[in-house]
Structures are given as structure tokens and as C-alpha cells.
């Protein structure tokens, strides 16, 4: 039995940390992912891997599904804003599954905004790199995926997680 006044045990990093951690592991296995993609997949026809899955090199500089190309750097702003939003935000809440949601979230904007910034010939008119082709849905990367894996948490969280949620 616990008292309310006990503090719960933590057994792993304080949530805060957790975010850090997440975004950066991801801006990290995204980055060098899409460098191993540039520099073995350019000038190449798609490489067959496994199923339809193939290895196939694109540059978007809109966002998903390559629309709203000449919005990049609108585009690129709105991923800052939303990942200093997420960030001063997922401080107030002391929820490991947050926490890891957020954490894919700002890792995986932030792993595209890298792209807008350093891959392109002006401010935020860089191209994202995109190499993960099933063939019967949209090129993406690791980037993408985690801001997808980052949302699904989220949801899951609100659904059947979140505090306010579970005491109704």
C-alpha cells in the first residue's frame, strides 16, 4: 500500500530527460540514415530490399506526400514552433509515455528541419530526404516515421493514459 504523500519510485530517467534523450537519438539515426542514403543511393536505380520495400532516393521540399512545395521554409518554421511549443509544454508534465511521444515528435521535426537548413541553397529551402519506399505509400524517413510513432503515442496516451482522462 502507498501513501498519497509518498512520491512514486522512479525507475528510469525523470520524463524531461526522456524527451531530450528520445529527440536526440532520433535526430541522430535520422541524420545518419539520410547520410548513408545520399552518399549510397544517388545517381542509383531504387534497391530492392525485402517485399516491396526498396530503397529509393527523393528530395521533398514540401512536406508529406511532396505537397505544398514552395512552402518549405513556412513549413520549416512551423516544425520549430511546434517542437519549442512540445518542449515547454512536456515540462509540466511528468509522464514517461508524454515524455517518449514528445520526444519522437521534436526529434523527427527537428531531424527535417536540419534537412530544410543545410540541404538547400537558402534559408529553409533545403530538401528532406526521403529514401523508405514501400511503393504502395509515400517515400519517407526516419524522421517522418517517428513524428508518426510520436503522434500514435500521444493519442494513446490521451485515450488511456492521461491522468485527467483516467479519472473520468
Known amino acids: 500500500m502507498t501513501d ?3 512520491p512514486p519510485t522512479r525507475r528510469f530517467a525523470p520524463p524531461p530527460r526522456i524527451t531530450v534523450l528520445v529527440a536526440v537519438a532520433v535526430i541522430v539515426l535520422d541524420q545518419v540514415t539520410k547520410h548513408w ?3 549510397h543511393l544517388s545517381g542509383a ?16 521540399s514540401g512536406m508529406a506526400f511532396s505537397s505544398a512545395k514552395d512552402l518549405g521554409p513556412l513549413i520549416g518554421v512551423l516544425a520549430i514552433g511546434v517542437a519549442v511549443w512540445l518542449s515547454i509544454s512536456i515540462a509540466r508534465v511528468h509522464d514517461t509515455i508524454a515524455s517518449v ?5 521534436i526529434g523527427g ?3 527535417n528541419v536540419i534537412d530544410r537548413v ?3 541553397r537558402g534559408w529553409m529551402r533545403g530538401s528532406v530526404v526521403d529514401f523508405i519506399d514501400f511503393r504502395w505509400f509515400p517515400i519517407f524517413n526516419i524522421a517522418d516515421m517517428a513524428v508518426n510513432v510520436g503522434g500514435v503515442l ?3 496516451w490521451s485515450l488511456f493514459g492521461h491522468p485527467a482522462a483516467a479519472r473520468a
Do not use: C, M, Y
Not at 101 to 105: I, L, Q, W
Open 118 to 120: 543545410f540541404r538547400g
Open 45 to 60: 536505380p531504387p534497391r530492392h530490399v525485402i517485399w516491396t520495400l526498396q530503397w529509393n532516393l527523393t528530395f521533398n
Open 37 to 39: 542514403a545520399v552518399t
Open 4 to 6: 498519497e504523500s509518498t
Open 109 to 111: 521535426a527537428l531531424g
Open 154 to 156: 500521444f493519442l494513446l
Open 101 to 105: 511521444a514528445a520526444g519522437f515528435v
